[in-house]
């Protein structure tokens, strides 16, 4: 099913980065959360980050790995904790999968 379409307006409100996982860890309390914290460069920094991916990873499979995150979504409560940003994932065979970015392309690099 496609959704709806958009402008190229606002595809551009969305800001994609390449972040790199410095620290990963299962969230108490939660069987789906991961909790990351994601380096982005100097522009943003690091940013903590959750993502509902543990059904599918290991905390060790995501840290020092690059992917690519919405980093201009509105943070959000979740665990008692904000997330600010959202890894993106394929949605491949009933399963969420995160698509791996090169180590060559540095940190808080837009993806357009």
């Keep these: ?13 969305l800001d ?14 939660s069987q789906n959360l991961i909790r990351v914290e994601v380096d982005f460069g100097t522009d943003i920094g690091k940013r903590k980050i959750f993502s509902g991916v543990a059904k599918w990873y290991k ?3 995501l840290k020092g ?4 995150f919405l980093v201009n979504l509105a943070p959000k409560q979740m665990m ?3 997330s600010s940003g959202m ?3 394929a949605d491949f065979d009933q399963k ?7 180590k060559s392309i540095p940190e808080g690099t837009i993806v357009r």
Excluded at 16 to 29: H, N, Q
């Design 65 to 68: 790995k690059k992917f690519i």
């Design 87 to 89: 890894i993106l994932c």
């Design 1 to 13: 099913m496609v959704k709806d379409e958009i402008s190229y307006t606002d595809f551009q409100k």
């Design 96 to 102: 969420a999968v995160i698509i791996p970015v090169p």
């Design 80 to 82: 008692h904790e904000l």
């Design 16 to 29: 994609l980065r390449v972040g790199k996982v410095v620290k990963a860890e299962s969230v108490e309390g």
């Design 59 to 61: 905390p060790s499979q």
